[in-house]
T-cell receptor
């Protein structure tokens, strides 16, 4: 199984709503990522979890709150978003190896959640 | 910091034409290089990768060689098909406490029959 599964595929939310995006993988990967992709732009890294601990936060606003309940699951909690937060949110995972070898592993991406904030 | 520069798109070719998409990078240390492809409405799929200088990655007729002397990783295919129409991203991977991928701007490729 080389799949990363994201739910929901589409989400429309108001600026006062609270919602969560979910991501699941069963490849035994210990690194999991959230990326944000605006239309016609490359993915931008938001968060990295390594062994269920937050390793990297790319200065993401606090209205985005990540959570890694276990090694297979990654959530992104959303609260008080703005219309400019509308984008495709991509989850990815990779094998985690520290040091130079850690850069060699490809990331496996989910199909994304297309979020619209109204 | 690390960065990736891709040729500007969009690129439109006829079926069976030769494809080159240029990619150059700036990085410290020993990055790995990747090409990802994104079909409409989907996530990214790995197309090929190279982890050290002079490595050649290949898959589905696509090839790219890691050239440290020119800091390049150009994507090539000898004969494109309509099904190759997609957005192609060149990416650089480095370990900075955790693995980080930096993407180029993407090149939209359209193949006409």
């Amino acid at each position: 199984d080389t799949e990363v599964t994201q739910t929901p595929k589409h989400l429309v939310m108001g600026m006062t709503n609270k919602k969560s995006l979910k991501c699941e993988q069963h490849m035994g990967h210990r690194a999991m990522y959230w990326y944000k992709q605006k239309a016609k732009k490359p993915p931008e890294l938001m968060f990295v979890y390594s062994y269920e601990k937050l390793s990297i936060n790319e200065s993401v606003p606090s209205r985005f709150s990540p959570e890694c309940p276990n090694s297979s699951l990654l959530n992104l909690h959303l609260h008080a978003l703005q219309p400019e937060d509308s984008a495709l949110y991509l989850c990815a995972s990779s094998q985690e190896i520290e040091g130079l070898a850690g850069a060699r592993n490809e990331a496996f991406f989910g199909q994304g959640t297309r979020l619209t904030v109204v | 910091g690390n960065s990736v520069t891709q040729m500007e798109g969009p690129v439109t070719l006829s079926e069976e034409a030769f494809l080159t998409i240029n990619c150059t990078y700036t990085a410290t240390g020993y990055p790995s290089l990747f090409w990802y492809v994104q079909y409409p409405g989907e996530g990214l799929q790995l197309l090929l990768k190279a982890t050290k200088a002079d490595d050649k990655g290949s898959n589905k007729g696509f090839e790219a060689t890691y050239r440290k002397e020119t800091t390049s990783f150009h994507l090539e295919k000898g004969s494109v098909q309509v099904s190759d129409s997609a957005v192609y991203f060149c990416a650089l991977s480095s370990f900075q406490g955790a693995q980080k991928l930096v993407f180029g701007q993407g090149t939209r490729l359209t193949i006409n029959p």
